[in-house]
């Protein structure tokens, strides 16, 4: 197998590099000049390649670039701009314009079998109910470039007419290790945990609240996955030479059992030692408010935040489970303990 990878140098990225490099012959990692590039890539199978998604011919020299369209017969897009302080022009440049030139470099490769795109849940925006697989508009509304951006940028994967195998994986919020919590950047969830340490300096003050106000749903899902099962699973299918047929297939990529909100605020609080402190959940109608004071900023936390504190989606599975057999034993139940415990106790296995 001779792929094509890009955003190697991120977190999943760079998990998928080193679990593919056991079987593909060669590894073609885009990579942009200035980029931090671990040792390892400077190393079989793996062969770097300058380039920028942003940049109309992706990849800088003519050589390099006819190799790949002459070589490759898998390719996935792992690039893109994931950051809740981002604004619409990065998100814009790094996910819809990088996704489209990937699909015309796609187009022009002469061997090319498949083709993998890593989206995210985040696509469901703000829809309310159970958000399909196989489905990805339904006239749902976005409050963020992060979900606005991704959901456009799988909407041209979607419309390619690519004559290749098409797979699509919209993973839910990537935390760490199931063993051991580590986790190479901090996102999501770790920049709440950032606000409970922060809390959990101020004990003696908080034990005289009777509660303290905090905006979430309750009731909304928190679609978690750690790294390594979502690595594990989406390598599964990448590697899979039983469905070598062209259609395109879609997977959201979370744990089975993933908890509400309130589920994990709860288990937080005990890993923090801030059980006997009681969160009141602010009203949905507040939700534009608190975004347009920027209550999250002042705590640390980015003010998109938000969004997903009162998401109404859940997500249907049933391609994924029947697809990727690993992903049914990716259960919260069994793995929070140690992502928790590893969190709380500031282990430098967690953020790296």
Not at 48 to 60: E, K, M, T, Y
Not at 138 to 149: A, I, L
Not at 237 to 252: A, K, M, Q
């Amino acid at each position: 197998m001779k792929i094509f990878l890009t955003g190697a140098t991120g977190l999943l990225g760079g998990e998928l590099a080193s679990r593919l490099s056991k079987s593909a012959e060669i590894i073609y990692l885009l990579v942009r000049p200035k980029s931090k590039i671990p040792e390892y890539f400077h190393k079989p199978p793996f062969k770097l390649i300058r380039g920028d998604l942003s940049h109309p011919r992706l990849i800088f020299s003519e050589d390099d670039r006819q190799e790949i369209i002459t070589s490759v017969d898998t390719m996935i897009h792992a690039g893109a701009y994931y950051n809740l302080f981002g604004d619409r022009s990065e998100n814009y440049l790094a996910n819809i314009v990088g996704t489209q030139n990937l699909l015309f470099l796609a187009r022009e490769s002469k061997n090319l079998k498949s083709f993998h795109y890593i989206s995210s849940v985040a696509v469901a925006g703000k829809f309310r109910g159970v958000f399909s697989e196989d489905r990805l508009d339904m006239n749902q509304k976005f409050d963020n470039p992060y979900s606005e951006t991704k959901y456009e940028s799988e909407y041209h994967v979607r419309k390619s007419t690519l004559p290749v195998r098409k797979r699509i994986y919209r993973p839910g919020v990537i935390i760490g290790d199931s063993q051991t919590g580590a986790l190479s950047k901090k996102d999501g969830p770790y920049y709440f945990f950032d606000f409970l340490k922060k809390l959990s300096r101020k004990k003696e003050i908080l034990k005289k609240l009777p509660y303290f106000p905090l905006p979430f749903d309750p009731k909304a899902l928190l679609p978690l996955i750690p790294i390594d099962q979502l690595a594990e699973g989406m390598v599964q299918e990448i590697l899979n030479p039983h469905r070598p047929d062209e259609s395109l297939r879609c997977y959201h990529l979370i744990s089975q059992d993933s908890p509400t909100i309130e589920e994990f605020l709860l288990d937080s609080q005990e890993a923090f030692n801030l059980s006997f402190l009681k969160f009141w959940p602010l009203p949905r109608q507040m939700k534009r408010v608190i975004k347009k004071v920027d209550v999250l900023t002042k705590f640390g936390m980015p003010s998109d935040l938000v969004d997903y504190m009162y998401a109404e989606a859940r997500f249907d599975q049933e391609q994924a489970l029947e697809d990727i057999k690993s992903l049914n034993q990716s259960s919260y139940q069994k793995y929070k303990k140690a992502f928790l415990t590893a969190t709380a106790s500031g282990s430098k296995g967690r953020v790296e």
